[in-house]
């Protein structure tokens, strides 16, 4: 098992930054990759980036390719995603995600946390 904890979302004015934390505690050792989504009032949930928790490769979804940046801190357990350039379309709430399967999908996460709201005001 594997618990999470997000923490930093808030309301930031369009063109402004963000960096939410995302600490994980339990069976850390067997995770492989780490995620964040974004679920928007009336939509589905879905993939904005992810990152390998061992050798720190990464994948995003278009729409933040340039502006956002996902890392790890393999020693705290912990995953960053560093917001800049918000604009109103980003405003969510955003979800981390961890996975213990060796994939790059974007839809086999096991455990999640529990979110934090991000609001851009244009």
């Known amino acids: 098992q594997v618990h999470l904890v997000e923490s930093g979302g808030g309301l930031v004015q369009a063109g402004g930054s963000l960096r939410l934390s995302c600490a994980a505690s339990?069976?850390?050792?067997?995770?492989?990759?780490a995620g964040w989504f974004r679920q928007a009032p009336g939509k589905e949930r879905e993939f904005v980036a992810a990152?390998?928790?061992?050798?720190?490769?990464?994948d995003y979804t278009d729409s933040v390719k340039g502006r956002f940046t996902i890392s790890r801190d393999n020693a705290k357990n912990t995953v960053y995603l560093q917001m800049n350039s918000l604009k109103p379309e980003d405003t969510a709430v955003y979800y981390c995600?961890?996975?213990?399967?060796?994939?790059?999908?974007?839809?086999?996460?096991?455990?999640w946390g529990q979110g934090t709201q991000v609001t851009v005001s244009s």
């Open positions: 990152i390998n928790w061992s050798y720190g490769r990464t």
């Open positions: 339990g069976r850390t050792f067997s995770m492989f990759a």
């Open positions: 995600a961890t996975k213990c399967v060796s994939s790059w999908r974007r839809d086999d996460y096991d455990y």
